[in-house]
């Protein structure tokens, strides 16, 4: 088993942007791990003890890299501990009490459950679904024993890892980037803190942040989503398990791109993760987040809860790459359902920007939202979501302006094929005191196959005539012309198709840090895999 | 819920003389009392605020007479209704053979079949709930019936004039062309004091024909008036509709298109001048069904006061409708701190061989425009009364009869800039 394409070459720029070729972009790398910003770059590369070159060797294997991985203590021995099914108040005690918390939170939390019971699920989104029985799931899960070898792991999980020429590695461990690797509920493994600490940088997990800092938690958990906000907001708050918490002192340049991976490993448990990033006065930040899960029959719940402030001149970059199991690709039947909300606040000359890659997920149901409330303040939103088999996606974002002289940007393609049904949903609000609000919107759908669907639903409010609001949005499909070019020059229909998918994604992509972008690709090359002719 | 509101329309027992008006308007009626009004939960009427509708006791409009000349055209067949009652018919010597306008109360004994056949088909009132109650309760309409081939040169004028106070009137058209027939029909609907209208009009184009409707809408300050407007368009047919609302408290309409046929067109466009604290509020759903149809919708709104327009439009493409080519733009111009747009256009779509776009913008007049007229010696208002004229302009042109386009043109002029001399 090879990583990638044999003799494939890595090379390092000093830039995250480098310019990358649309197909089968290729990398390689001189010498990793100095530089902190760039080390970042690498798919699979792991300088965590040293200056090795693991990605010039094409013949390392997966089974190496699972087994280094293994040598540095990544497997714990805690034996899987799962609440049994249902929700009720002593199961929100019962989980807050686990986790040590303090009685202000158990009391949030309560608060929140009482309140998610007075609530009705969203019937507005444009996707269908077996209704949820939440009394059916178990809302809690301690991290179960990892798998023993790669033998243990869905072969065709393997198959599509090697597919993307990712190692099972990668995702615990990216190089150059510190990973806070969830799995199931509770974090298990936090790299590369002390350098973080030497700045001032918090970056944990959430349950340890509660009885390390709870100040920083009290004063902004719940700030930007409260716990009334929706349905799965709510059900997130009352029972939410782990997650990241990143805090940005004033004036700090975070050195690393930041990185959790979350996973569901357990069947039948929905993950409630939370997440909450601050940046302080004049900070900055890059995130990233990125999803697998292996193959299991049953749908799983994933309704996670995002915040983000970003403080005056602070600077917050959130990137996802989704790729959570699908569900079948005939029936539709065992994927995740996503129902994420994120939402991130604004100071003064602030800039908060979402930059996601869906591609995974039987239904995603997800608005990355900026709240832009100081003036000067800038919020972008660039998404790239693919529905094939009988996925389903209602996504997009909202941008609310409230401060003077704010900004912002949404670029969304959507991407049907097979049996998926993808929409986008969107808000720009301009209120009264938002003088000279800018925003542009551009929403592209495209269509592969007769059997999918492509919806766009903007919706624009304006409530001061300084605002310039635009909004395009258009639906194609991808022309013969250009198939029969790409043929005629030796591509493969499905090549062909990966390339002009990728170049219609191009300024998504662009958005995303180097390693996510080489992922996103090739997770579109593979996601289309017999969607095609 | 209902129970709560000041109108309540009078629903018992049936009004209708004829069996067929009779039978369709008891199952209208059910259909009202399990509907009722809308609600703000409901999404399609989450941005409308009903209270100008449901906050006066409405009584249907008692007899009456009003002076309608203003809106008379040039050369057209007349057919005017004041308070649902018809007052001036069409000269039915004059017309070419194959042509019928009539008013409806009289069509239900003679035309049964075309009634029966067209009538209460196109505007469903299964989750309408004001053609619901237009359905119940209408009494008076026109018919206008072209035979296949029929061609008609001059326009045909609909006038529904609504006065009094607190009154409700409930216009019903039924345009029916037939194959390869056209004509240009324009229906204007006004209301003095605070009343309210009902409209309902349904159209059917047959194949090959051409359908030119312009819509107009002229309301008082206090008048409001929900009305919809259901087309279906058979194979090679157009059906082009303008359509002009001034005015008003609450002006809202509903446009359902349904392109049937392959090689059917739909050209829509709309212009909405509200001010006031008034709404004015359109709803377009056009529905592509089969394969190599096009449809273009264009929308402006120019907002005054504390007024708020909202464009809700959506472009449905069937799962087979390939070749589609659709487009959409709506734009609204704020002309004060104080008003509200919401623009959302939607698309739809299940075919994968389509060409869809929308585009909507909202803003104000562009400040270089404006300096570029004022360099030149026009003050600030006649100056804004022009630029806004060329906003208009767009939808103004595709108005097919001359006579409304120079009226509207005087009217907004009127109101825009006062220096503004054609």
Redesign the interface.
């Given at each position: 088993m090879q990583i990638g394409p044999p003799g494939r070459q890595v090379a390092l720029s000093p830039s995250p942007q480098l310019p990358l070729s649309l197909l089968n972009a290729e990398i390689s790398i001189q010498e990793p791990g100095n530089d902190p910003t760039s080390s970042l770059v690498l798919l699979g590369a792991r300088p965590l003890s040293g200056n090795e070159v693991h990605m010039t060797d094409s013949t390392t294997t997966l089974e190496e890299f699972a087994n280094r991985e293994y040598e540095h203590g990544f497997v714990t021995d805690v034996e899987q501990e799962t609440f049994p099914p249902g929700l009720n108040e002593d199961v929100v005690r019962a989980i807050s009490a686990k986790k040590n918390e303090p009685d202000w939170l158990t009391q949030w939390r309560l608060k929140a459950f009482r309140h998610w019971q007075t609530m009705e699920e969203p019937s507005w989104p444009k996707v269908h679904y077996e209704p949820i029985d939440y009394q059916a799931i178990s809302y809690f899960a301690a991290p179960k024993k990892l798998l023993d070898s790669l033998d243990e792991v869905d072969p065709e999980i393997l198959t599509t890892y090697k597919k993307l020429g990712i190692p099972l590695d990668e995702q615990k461990a990216l190089a150059g980037v510190a990973v806070d690797a969830v799995f199931d509920s509770v974090s298990v493994a936090t790299t590369y803190k002390d350098k973080l600490a030497e700045k001032g940088i918090i970056f944990c997990s959430f349950s340890e942040a509660v009885q390390d800092h709870p100040e920083l938690i009290k004063k902004h958990l719940g700030s930007v989503v409260p716990h009334t906000d929706n349905f799965f907001a709510a059900l997130n708050s009352a029972v939410f398990s782990d997650g990241s918490f990143v805090y940005i002192p004033k004036g700090v340049r975070c050195p690393m791109e930041l990185s959790t991976y979350f996973r569901i490993n357990a069947s039948n448990t929905g993950q409630f993760e939370r997440t909450l990033i601050v940046a302080d006065e004049d900070a900055q930040v890059s995130y990233l987040e990125g999803c697998t899960a292996p193959q299991r029959d049953e749908n799983q719940l994933h309704a996670a809860v995002v915040e983000l402030v970003a403080l005056d001149r602070a600077n917050i970059k959130y990137s996802t790459v989704q790729n959570w199991y699908p569900g079948d690709k005939e029936t539709g039947k065992g994927g995740i359902f996503n129902f994420v909300t994120k939402r991130g606040v604004c100071g003064e000359k602030s800039k908060i920007s979402w930059t996601q890659v869906e591609t995974g997920s039987a239904i995603t149901w997800k608005y990355p939202s900026v709240i832009l409330k100081g003036d000067k303040s800038i919020g972008e939103f660039y998404s790239v979501a693919l529905t094939a088999g009988r996925q389903q996606a209602d996504t997009g974002t909202k941008m609310v302006h409230l401060g003077k002289d704010t900004s912002s940007t949404i670029i969304s393609k959507g991407i049907s094929a097979g049996k998926g049904q993808n929409s986008y949903r969107g808000l720009v609000k301009v209120t009264k005191s938002a003088d000279n609000a800018r925003n542009f919107s551009q929403c592209d759908s495209m269509l592969i196959g007769s059997q999918c669907g492509a919806h766009t639903f903007p919706y624009i409010e304006v409530r001061n005539p300084t605002a310039q609001v635009e909004h395009e949005a258009t639906t194609s499909k991808i022309g013969e012309d250009q198939i029969f070019y790409c043929n005629q020059r030796g591509l493969s229909t499905e090549d062909a198709v990966t390339m002009i998918v990728n170049g219609f994604c191009k300024e998504v992509f662009k958005e995303l840090p180097m390693e996510f972008a080489v992922e996103a690709q090739k997770l579109l090359g593979v996601s289309l895999e017999g969607s095609v002719g | 819920m209902r129970s709560t509101h000041l109108f309540q329309p009078d629903l018992a027992g049936s009004i209708h003389a004829s069996p067929i008006l009779a039978s369709l308007g008891s199952e209208a009626r059910e259909r009202f009392n399990e509907l009722g009004f809308p609600s703000r939960r409901d999404?399609d009427w989450r941005l409308t605020a009903l209270t100008p509708v449901t906050g006066h006791p409405f009584s249907r409009a008692p007899e009456a007479t009003t002076a309608t000349e203003h809106w008379t055209l040039p050369d057209a067949v007349t057919i005017t209704f004041v308070n649902d009652r018809l007052v001036g018919g069409a000269a039915e010597n004059d017309l070419p053979a194959g042509i019928t306008i009539t008013a409806l109360s009289s069509a239900a004994q003679s035309q049964t079949q075309l009634i029966e056949e067209h009538l209460g088909r196109l505007a469903s009132f299964d989750d309408q709930p004001f053609v619901a109650l237009n359905t119940a309760q209408s009494l008076e309409g026109a018919l206008i019936h072209l035979a296949p081939g029929a061609i008609l040169d001059r326009p045909i004028n609909i006038i529904y004039a609504t006065t009094g106070d607190d009154v409700v009137t409930y216009p019903r058209t039924l345009i029916v062309a037939e194959e390869n027939a056209k004509a240009t029909v324009v229906e204007t609907f006004v209301g003095d004091g605070r009343s309210l209208i009902c409209p309902v009009t349904e159209i059917a184009v047959g194949p090959s024909a051409t359908l030119q409707h312009t819509r107009l809408i002229e309301l008082s300050a206090e008048g409001s008036c929900i009305g919809s407007v259901s087309a279906t368009v058979e194979r090679n047919a157009a059906y082009r509709l303008s359509s002009a609302g001034l005015g008003g408290s609450l002006a809202r309409t509903d446009i359902r298109v349904g392109l049937n046929g392959k090689g059917a067109d739909a050209t829509l466009d709309g212009l909405t001048l509200v001010g006031g604290k008034g709404q004015g509020i359109t709803h377009v759903v056009v529905e592509h069904r089969v394969p190599n149809c096009t449809s273009t919708q264009r929308y402006r709104s120019v907002l005054d006061d504390r007024s708020k327009a909202v464009f809700t439009g959506c472009i449905i493409v069937a799962?087979?409708a390939?070749k589609t080519d659709a487009r959409q733009s709506s734009r609204?111009l704020?002309?004060?701190?104080?008003?509200?747009?919401?623009?959302?256009?939607?698309?739809?779509?299940?075919?994968?061989?389509?060409?869809?776009?929308?585009?909507?913008?909202?803003?104000?007049l562009d400040e270089e425009a404006l300096f570029y007229l004022r360099a030149r010696g026009i003050d600030r208002l006649t100056a804004e009364g022009l630029l806004t004229l060329a906003f208009a302009a767009e939808v103004l042109e595709g108005i097919p009869v001359e006579a409304v386009k120079s009226r509207l043109e005087d009217q907004l002029m009127a109101q825009l800039g006062p220096e503004i001399t054609r």
């Open positions: - | 999404e799962e087979d390939q609204s704020l002309r004060s701190s104080d008003a509200v747009a919401h623009n959302n256009p939607q698309l739809e779509i299940y075919a994968d061989d389509v060409r869809c776009t929308h585009g909507s913008t909202v803003g104000q």
